[in-house]
């Protein structure tokens, strides 16, 4: 039973680790940004009308020129981010968004990954518990002797 | 020694099931959220964005001026070749209804310098409003994806249709024969792209 607990240290281990590294990764780094850097990002999350598979952010076409122009405009007169990508997807469409909406059917994108990850966790638990050797394991007269034959015939 | 076979042979329905219904989420996401028509015709049947700003002949122009006629907002540019193609097709448009007085032409310059846009009116002609847009906001609340872009306006100022393309003349006349006779049976326009084109 002891030997057990010890072999179950470095999963739980490795486990409080990924947790650990899950909460970071969600809390971290949201500090205070600047105007430019939110104007980066908002610019970088908007298609290139004008453009196939470029963001608003790395195009000079004259309609990305524009629309930096306006998120720059907006994030100084006090817009959040969401707000200014609504504005321009009531212009362009949602298709001009490059991060899928959080709600309605679109959103499964973002919960289906989330939903697998964990379902093959729960499988891997259910694999390694069907690998550990059950406690109340009985070793039988005859398996004794069996063993007890093999060793002999092995020694030198 | 059976038992786990057993198991193993029960847990493999459940884990082809599961694979299924991901499978299936993700195929109704990609038949649900695809559809690109709402890019073009979000402002169809809207107030029409205001257009103020000065003109190249430094005069300023209000489109709220306009109500009470049919208003063409064409968006151009003088390096693009489908709108010198459909330039004299608004010449001969704008002619005609400036007698009548029932529609008129406001040109929008899309990334063009001031000097470029007025020797292409002095070289192709044309008597409109030519609108500046230094900032390419007016284009921008059009959702203006290329040039020539144009959207003609109900006497009321609403959008009515987008056309992508080069328009011509027999085509806006049409278009305008249709929304009267859509006004009279109480029908609306829809988007439809290029169907003015001229090809």
Known sequence: MRDLSRARWPWILVLALFAGALVVAAVGDRGPRTTAERARAVSESIACPQCQGQSVADSEAPSARAIRTEVARRLEAGETDDQIRDYIAGIYGEDALLTPPRDGVAGLIWFLPVAGFVGALGGLVVVFRRWQVPEDVEVSDEDQVLVEQARRSTRP | ?199
């Open chain 2, 1 to 199: 020694m059976t038992a786990p076979v057993r198991e193993r042979r029960r847990i493999g329905p459940w884990i082809a099931g599961a694979v299924l219904v991901v499978l299936a989420a993700f195929i109704g996401v990609l038949a649900t959220g695809g559809g690109s028509d709402g890019v073009r015709s979000t402002l169809i049947g809207r107030p029409a964005p205001g257009i103020t700003g000065d003109t190249i002949d430094g005069a300023s122009y209000d489109l709220a001026q306009h109500r009470g006629e049919f208003v063409v907002v064409n968006f151009f540019a003088t390096w693009c070749v489908p709108c010198i193609r459909e330039h004299p097709e608004l010449v001969e448009f704008e002619e005609r209804h400036r007698r009548s007085g029932d529609a008129s032409v406001v040109s929008v310059v899309f990334d063009s310098r001031p000097e470029q846009v007025r020797d292409f009116f002095a070289e192709y002609g044309g008597e409109w409003p030519v609108v500046l847009d230094p900032d390419g906001r007016t284009s921008l609340e059009y959702g203006v994806t290329g040039v020539p872009e144009s959207y003609l306006l109900a006497p009321d100022g609403t959008v009515l249709i987008k056309i992508e393309g080069g328009v011509t003349a027999a085509a806006l006349e049409g278009l305008l024969e249709q929304v009267q006779v859509a006004d009279v049976e109480g029908d609306h326009l829809g988007d439809e792209d290029d169907e003015a084109d001229e090809s």
